[in-house]
């Protein structure tokens, strides 16, 4: 299997400024807690495969500044850090893929997976899944509970050549965010595919909705 870049979209866990659909329900101090202790699992998910070689781990952050981003990467042990900067989540997702392409020339990277924090019960076999049906496909997406996904892997062919596909002409934050990517890339000869379905952690029905 080809090494990946794994791109960890991470949001700081404070108080207040965190998972506020889910604070609404189950108050601030809770909600920042689940918030960290998903991101930990994530991180933890993360490195036991980076022990493997076969991904190098990259975490974007954001609600820190650069100082306190600096801070926090060097509690979870994690050399490799951005921040997400403004605009939208696939504004986000590109410009992480744009900060990395250099990075991932260097180290002879083809291709690049991005995932959340919001997902309790992520495993390696996950990952190890995505890598394998990058071997095959140019496009892996592994579908939400809410219509959008909860992991993207990209091949070498669209990052080098179509890095717009994934991006464009989707409502971010609708039931309609997986359907929108699919179909962006249905005129092109580009092949995809899907991991199992899981659900995202946004509010209390989505953590009811598990049990």
């Not at 960890?8 to 108050?27: E, N, Q, S, V």
């Not at 809770?30 to 975490?59: E, F």
């Not at 199992?196 to 953590?207: N, V």
Request: proline fraction near 1%; hydrophobic fraction near 35%.
């Amino acid at each position: 299997m080809d090494k990946a870049l794994l791109i960890i979209m991470a949001k700081w866990h404070g108080y207040g400024r965190c998972k506020t659909r889910l604070a609404k329900d189950i108050g601030k101090s809770n909600s920042a807690k689940v918030q960290r202790a998903m991101t930990n699992h994530t991180i933890s998910v993360a490195k036991s495969l980076q022990k493997t070689k076969l991904i190098d781990i990259s975490i974007a952050i954001s609600g820190l500044g650069g100082r306190n981003c600096r801070r926090w990467s060097r509690e979870l042990d994690i050399k490799k850090i951005s921040l997400q900067g403004k605009g939208c989540l696939g504004e986000k997702m590109k410009r992480q893929i744009i900060k990395n392409k250099k990075f991932c020339t260097q180290h002879k990277i083809k291709n690049i997976i991005i995932i959340g924090t919001d997902l309790p019960d992520l495993c390696h076999q996950d990952l190890l899944n995505t890598l394998k049906e990058l071997r095959q496909n140019d496009l892996i997406l592994g579908p939400s509970n809410d219509g959008g996904y909860w992991l993207i892997g990209l091949s070498e062919k669209v990052i080098s050549t179509h890095l717009y596909l994934p991006f464009i002409n989707i409502k971010w934050g609708t039931e309609n965010v997986l359907q929108n990517t699919i179909d962006n890339f249905a005129s092109t000869k580009l092949k995809y595919n899907l991991l199992d379905k899981k659900t995202d952690i946004d509010t209390i029905i989505d953590i009811e909705n598990r049990k």
